[in-house]
């Protein structure tokens, strides 16, 4: 059984930078994908970046140059660095794990980026 727990979520001011974590237990495929989602009160959780199997990144738009994802694979950790926060980019933060035959999902870790 794959689990994932997030880590890192705090408060930080405008312009401030902020580290996630996720640890993975359990195994995971090859051909997987790591993402991070987040999610806003009220609203649907959307797609912040996503690390392929490859190597590849992708980012949403208005995270580019800001966001990084990472992993390491030895330790089964993927990472978000977040720089330049604004408070829009306040929420609950989720990682994920997609894979052909099954996706998992963490409980969420929330970021808060306020003055």
């Known amino acids: 059984q794959v689990q994932l727990a997030e880590s890192g979520g705090g408060l930080v001011q405008p312009g401030g930078s902020l580290s996630l974590s996720c640890a993975i237990s359990?195994?995971?495929?090859?051909?997987?994908?790591l993402r991070w989602y987040r999610q806003t009160s009220g609203n649907r959780r959307e797609w912040v970046a996503a690390?392929?199997?490859?190597?590849?990144?992708n980012y949403r738009d208005d995270v580019k140059g800001r966001f990084t994802i990472s992993s390491d694979d030895f330790k089964n950790m993927v990472y978000l660095r977040m720089n330049s926060l604004k408070p829009e980019d306040t929420a609950v933060y989720y990682c994920?794990?997609?894979?052909?035959?099954?996706?998992?999902w963490g409980q969420g870790t929330q970021v808060t980026v306020s003055s």
């Open positions: 994920n794990v997609w894979e052909p035959e099954a996706e998992y």
């Open positions: 359990g195994t995971i495929s090859r051909q997987r994908v």
């Open positions: 690390l392929g199997g490859g190597g590849s990144t």
